[in-house]
Each structure stands twice: as structure tokens, then as C-alpha cells.
Nanobody, 114 residues
């Protein structure tokens, strides 16, 4: 079992920044990738960014060069730095852990006001 605890969501104005954190605990696989997805009301869940066990990032279209994913393997924590936020970035952001099984965090609400 793996537990994921997200933090860092909140309310921010257009153009602002937020940093999401996701700490994994439990039986962590050394080869696990971690990532962030988001889901806005009425939309499908979409990839924002993921990072492999050897720190190779993959970004979804929504990242648009404004977001940066990173991880601290010693802390089993992945981060998502979000800059130049827009109202359309408003969504619930979910942390995802993927190894032999997939786990999801509970979600962190990000709201960007115009």
C-alpha cells in the first residue's frame, strides 16, 4: 500500500503562483513514477506533468511551459510549481503514483480568480 498526501492548493489571482506537494509513504518502489493530473468540473482528468524515477519529466499540454515538476526522492515527495496561473487552471489537482500498481491522492483544489 502507498499513501499520498497532497498540500499546497488554494486560491490565487490570475498571474500568481502556487506550489503543490505530494508526499508518498508506505511501500515505495524505487522505479515508481509520480505525477500530477487535474480535473475541472465537466472535464476529463488530464495529465499536467509526470516525472520518472530517474527524474525525466513529461508535460501535458496544460503545462504550457508555466509549470515545473520535480521530486525529492529522499523525501518521497513530488512538487508542482505553477506560475502565471490562469482561471482555466482552476481544477482539482491529483497526485498519481505509478509502479506495479497505481495510487491516487485525495486531490487539492486550485482556484484561480480573474
Amino acid at each position: 500500500q502507498v499513501q499520498l498526501v497532497e498540500s499546497g492548493g488554494g486560491l490565487v489571482q490570475t498571474g500568481g503562483s502556487l506550489r503543490l506537494s505530494c508526499k508518498a509513504s508506505g511501500r515505495i518502489a524505487s522505479f515508481a513514477s509520480m505525477g500530477w493530473y487535474r480535473q475541472a468540473p465537466g472535464n476529463k482528468r488530464e495529465l499536467v506533468a509526470s516525472i520518472s524515477s530517474n527524474d525525466i519529466p513529461v508535460y501535458g499540454d496544460s503545462a504550457e511551459g508555466r509549470f515545473t515538476i520535480s521530486r525529492d526522492s529522499a523525501k518521497n515527495t513530488v512538487y508542482l510549481q505553477m506560475n502565471r496561473l490562469k482561471p482555466e487552471d482552476t481544477a482539482v489537482y491529483y497526485c498519481r503514483y505509478s509502479a506495479d500498481v497505481v495510487y491516487w491522492g485525495q486531490g487539492a483544489q486550485v482556484t484561480v480568480t480573474s
